[in-house]
């Protein structure tokens, strides 16, 4: 092929960068002709949408990227969208998260490639067999919330970072979780429960009464526990739970650590107290930092009783060290009934009647708030086996990978199975992106090694 003068290249290099900065300018200037006689809206989505349709396929781990940066903002904004009446606001929803992200997982695929494991058939398994139950009787709609983390497991499956890139991330992840919990203080000590009460009434959500939700308080507890840009307290402690994980293996500066922990205190969220108390210590044994485990334990004990007095929370405190507060029995309850319902119908009763996004509730039929008894009440005692073994063997997976991101994963697993003792977290979808992808991600890493070294 014969190679053009380089004069010759210069000039199609000149005309190239013309014509796309006069498309550019073409495209803006019809887009803001448009807007005098059409909805605004009607010319801004298509432009977004093409935009971000340009941005994944131009600059797939960027978008990536992106997206899991502003997961923890999308329901404020969305809801604040429908709060000041935009249209069509669920659906810029979907199509700023779930579409981009089944679209990166396509390209990832086509770009790195895919080989099933133990974890992913396990969790393709329990899907399967929740599809059929649901076939029998059930709603779509509900099984979506359900399963709805099966897309960034799958798409962290199919993502492969470089250590720089990793690192990036993680940083981006901690200083996200840190600076929302500050701002989240505001509610808490200055705006007081009336914006996000009126938020919520406008959305027809999240309140009782005229008022926010039990979720939000406390028995002994006169406050208002945090939760910053998430659904709810109990979110957003679990969003505090996987940052502070993140920190502890990959940062070393203390400033983001207390500032996530302020968040994870004020969140008054039990089982993600729990959850970091069990998966940071493991991480300390694991990556033999003992020494430092025992100097940041002084300074989390030292914060949390300075914030005893601070928010209020000796009643509280009290109360669930005797067990005697409704929370607490609520739970144990609810495990005690789960456990049984699952055993009386062991194919499950299907999600229409016990999922909570479902209108046609069985009222005869009681509720219990945690995950592995609801996935079998609602799918069978099958189903609940095989996402039980995905956990396990996801873990099994990560705890052999001996890096940086396998601690990450290893961590975020044992805190989530924790959780989902006494709550169901994945069915807040924004949330299961931050404990998923990451897990995937490992698996990947951990897989593409053992891959590289059999070939």
């Not at 974890?119 to 649901?134: E, G, N």
Request: one cysteine or more.
């Amino acid at each position: 092929m014969t190679k053009l003068p380089m004069g010759v290249q210069q000039v199609q290099k000149s005309l190239g960068a013309a014509f796309r900065n006069s498309s550019v300018v073409f495209f803006v200037l019809l887009a803001a002709t448009l807007c005098i006689f059409v909805s605004p809206l009607l010319v801004l989505a298509p432009v977004v949408a093409a935009a971000l349709l340009w941005a994944v396929f131009r600059y797939p781990t960027t978008a990536l990227g992106a997206i899991l940066a502003f997961i923890p903002l999308d329901f404020m904004a969305i809801a604040l969208g429908k709060l000041f009446g935009l249209p069509h606001m669920t659906v810029v929803s979907v199509c700023t998260k779930e579409v981009p992200l089944l679209l990166l997982g396509a390209l990832l695929w086509r770009r790195n490639g895919f080989e099933a494991i133990a974890p992913d058939w396990l969790l393709l398994l329990s899907f399967i067999v929740a599809c059929v139950r649901t076939a029998f009787s059930g709603s779509l709609v509900a099984l979506w919330t359900d399963f709805n983390f099966i897309v960034p497991y799958f798409v962290g499956r199919m993502t492969v970072l470089s250590q720089e890139r990793e690192r990036r991330w993680a940083r981006w992840a901690v200083w996200t979780a840190a600076v929302l919990s500050i701002l989240g203080l505001l509610e808490v000590f200055v705006f007081g429960q009336g914006p996000r009460t009126l938020l919520y009434l406008a959305l027809d959500s999240g309140t009782e009464g005229g008022a926010l939700t039990a979720s939000f308080g406390g028995e002994g507890f006169e406050g208002m526990r945090e939760a910053a840009t998430m659904v709810g307290p109990n979110g957003f402690g679990v969003l505090c739970m996987i940052a502070l994980i993140i920190w502890w293996v990959y940062c070393r500066n203390p400033l983001p650590a207390c500032m996530v922990a302020t968040g994870l205190i004020c969140s008054l969220t039990r089982s993600a107290w729990i959850g970091t108390a069990a998966a940071i210590p493991l991480l300390a044994v694991v990556m033999q930092q003992k020494k430092r485990f025992f100097l940041y334990a002084t300074l989390a004990l030292a914060l949390f009783a300075a914030s005893i007095p601070i928010l209020g929370l000796s009643d509280y405190l009290l109360l669930s060290r005797k067990g005697q507060d409704l929370s607490t029995e609520w739970h144990r309850e609810g495990i005690v009934n789960g456990l049984k319902y699952d055993i009386d119908h062991p194919l499950g009763s299907g999600n229409a009647k016990l999922n909570p996004v479902v209108l046609n509730q069985d009222t005869t039929v009681t509720i219990f708030e945690t995950t592995y008894p609801y996935f079998a009440a609602e799918y069978g005692i099958a189903t609940g086996l095989c996402f039980v073994g995905f956990l396990f063997s996801a873990l099994y997976v990560v705890w052999r990978t001996r890096s940086p991101l396998g601690y990450v994963a290893v961590g975020i697993l044992v805190g989530i199975s924790i959780v989902m003792i006494f709550s169901i977290p994945l069915n807040d979808r924004r949330l299961a992106c931050w404990v998923f992808f990451p897990v995937g991600l490992a698996v990947r890493a951990r897989s593409g090694a053992v891959l590289e070294t059999e070939t």
